[in-house]
């Protein structure tokens, strides 16, 4: 009986283990930091191709895709919902 209680009380250690780190991978997800990081690099990379690509304003072009991006992650919670409740 007490390698039983032992074994239940090992996983729901477990459990609530991965609970945390569930919770810390989802909050991170709809992080202001991880939009903030993404659209840097995304800013970033989208400089780099179009100054590689030899496009006169790169700095400006590279706007387009990261404001795609801020637009993406702003709209997706919002449809995510309405497609939740018509569920």
Do not use: C, H
Request: hydrophobic share 50%; glycine share 2%.
């Amino acid at each position: 009986m007490d390698e039983r209680l032992t074994e239940l009380e090992r996983r729901v250690t477990q459990i609530e283990q991965r609970n945390v780190r569930v919770e810390k991978d989802k909050a991170w997800e709809t992080s202001m930091t991880r939009i903030v990081v993404v659209s840097v690099l995304t800013y970033v990379v989208a400089v780099l191709a179009f100054w590689m690509l030899g496009n006169r304003q790169f700095f400006l072009s590279a706007l387009v895709p990261t404001a795609g991006f801020i637009l993406s992650v702003q709209t997706v919670p919002m449809v995510k919902r309405w497609w939740m409740e018509r569920r």
